[in-house]
């Protein structure tokens, strides 16, 4: 690997950056903050929405930008605003509903849709309809009927099917939406989620270097699953944690440790002690 600082410093999240008890650890964070004092970027690159940034904020110590929702939105945590949104169309949404329901019956739909901040109360941001069984504590949600869940546009259409894995139901649907769609998932737990045409997470990343004037070429970024994988093969180093998908190790430049074991410190304090 190249000694020269990376020109911008990305991670994912859940499984990455924090514990499984989603905590950020001293050590990361110190590093972290280490990565800031010296004007190298640090972002979030996160499937969560805004609203679910702040608690990572606050263990983290500073406010960093993130790119949100499997790269859909962009989000200064700071100012509490969105500064951009690549949504899917209602027309997209009942496209993509109708052939999720014929590849995968009996399958639940939610959406997330975006305000001009994280807590734009004037906007229900995470919608679902009757049938979507929740894959975690949501107490964000608005239950409305099928029709109304794709009636607006949203960052993100979930597909929920409790009975089969993420990677059985995206074999089954991607072929489908012959990649008018972005498919992916960020846990195996019956879930996949869609975004936008070319929406990823490495859209985002380019987005978000564009947006702070830093190259995109000298990213390195970190990742666990396969939401991960566009931006682990975009980054001029990509690094999967060791309890990471094996389709993100793959993809990846390096794996370190895992997310209990500071993974991605490890990595940073090469650069930064």
């Known amino acids: 690997m190249r000694r020269d600082l990376p020109s911008l410093v990305a991670s994912d999240v859940d499984g990455t950056l924090i514990d499984d008890e989603e905590r950020v650890s001293d050590r990361t964070r110190a590093v972290v903050q280490a990565v800031v004092s010296s004007g190298t970027p640090f972002v979030l690159a996160t499937g969560r929405p805004p609203r679910w940034i702040p608690p990572v904020v606050e263990q983290l110590g500073f406010a960093p930008l993130a790119v949100c929702a499997n790269g859909a939105v962009l989000y200064d945590s700071a100012a509490d605003r969105v500064l951009s949104a690549a949504v899917l ?72 099917l409790a009975s089969a894995t993420s990677h059985e139901m995206a074999e089954a649907l991607a072929p489908q939406l012959c990649g008018m769609v972005d498919v992916t998932y960020s846990t195996d737990n019956g879930l996949i989620e869609i975004s936008a045409s070319g929406v990823t997470k490495a859209s985002g990343l380019h987005l978000m270097a564009e947006h702070l004037g830093v190259a ?5 970024a970190f990742g666990d699953m396969p939401n991960d994988i566009p931006m682990l093969s975009m980054a001029r180093h990509g690094v999967a944690v060791e309890n990471a998908h094996p389709d993100a190790k793959a993809a990846a430049d390096e794996v370190t440790a895992t997310n209990t074991e500071d993974g991605v410190a490890r990595i940073l304090e090469r650069w930064w002690r």
């Open 89 to 160: 169309s209602a027309d997209e949404l009942a496209w993509v509903a109708d052939v999720a329901n014929s590849v995968l019956p009996g399958c639940g739909l939610a959406a997330e849709r975006i305000g001009a901040s994280a807590h734009d109360a004037a906007t229900p941001q995470f919608v679902s309809a009757p049938g979507y069984e929740h894959a975690w504590l949501n107490p964000d949600n608005t239950e409305l009927a099928d029709h109304e869940v794709i009636a607006e546009p949203a960052v993100k259409l979930l597909i929920r």
């Open 216 to 220: 995109a070429d000298g990213i390195v």
